[in-house]
């Protein structure tokens, strides 16, 4: 589904009917990513939207954190117009807790799952061997405990990313402005519930950021998921649907 409105186009799915739920991938992710929490959450009497993310689509000044969080906030006034749960994996979770301290009208909650804003072990600096599939495949298996939760799809959508020259930099500058927007100093002043599910084998986002987080935001509730790397939701699907629905039911029982 595309919606344009004053220049700015979106790019995203819409489905189900109840309270909204946004869901934001990471960097190196995309809608795909979300596929079966997505037809769990329509399932269970929630509203889904989730927006592509314009990470290779802003100015090169824009292209940070805080750029897209301007952009998610833009796609709540045009699209969603309701404050809504929010659920980010990596650097969508990064996004999500900008909109928290930036948007907090826009927040009704939120959900974080092998987020960046603390801590997270990059990608790389460069992409050093873009050419080579086989690298980039064990870099993206290193994502999961499983490596063949890293489909032949899923390594050529990062393959083709890396070897496009502007997506690259895009990536890169974006990676790296992630690193450095430490929120540690802000965290507490968010005010809204936040769940976070954590995968314990996470080698990317380490459990020991999922604690911090804990220890930092004032509401939240921490869950662990065992045998699972940095996307939860994608590796252990159903385990995950099981932390986060009661949790939801609870938050959001007569909004």
Request: hydrophobic share 40%; glycine share 6%; charged share 20%.
């Amino acid at each position: 589904m595309i919606f344009s409105k004053k220049e700015v186009s979106y790019n995203y799915i819409e489905e189900g009917s109840g309270h909204p739920v946004v869901l934001l991938h990471g960097l190196m992710g995309g809608l795909s990513n979300f596929n079966e929490l997505k037809d769990f959450l329509v399932n269970n009497n929630y509203k889904v939207y989730i927006p592509q993310l314009p990470i290779y689509s802003l100015p090169v000044l824009s292209t940070n954190v805080n750029g897209i969080a301007k952009f998610v906030a833009k796609f709540m006034k045009d699209v969603v117009k309701k404050p809504s749960t929010f659920l980010g994996n990596s650097l969508g979770g990064h996004v999500g807790l900008v909109l928290s301290l930036k948007y907090p009208n826009w927040v009704h909650s939120l959900v974080l799952t092998g987020s960046s804003g603390l801590y997270e072990k990059s990608f790389g600096e460069t992409f050093p061997k873009r050419g080579n599939y086989e690298y980039i495949k064990k870099k993206t298996e290193e994502v999961f405990y499983r490596p063949e939760t890293a489909t032949k799809e899923l390594v050529d959508e990062v393959f083709a990313v890396v070897n496009d020259r502007i997506k690259a930099i895009k990536t890169v500058t974006l990676a790296r402005n992630a690193i450095r927007h430490n929120l540690s100093k802000e965290l507490p002043n968010i005010k809204c519930p936040v769940l976070l599910i954590w995968g314990k084998q996470d080698n990317v986002t380490p459990p020991s950021v999922a604690e911090e987080f804990h220890e930092l935001i004032p509401n939240t509730e921490l869950k662990w998921i065992n045998e699972c790397g940095h996307a939860p939701m994608m590796e252990k699907p159903d385990e995950f649907n099981s932390l986060l629905l009661p949790w939801l039911n609870e938050i959001t029982n007569g909004n």
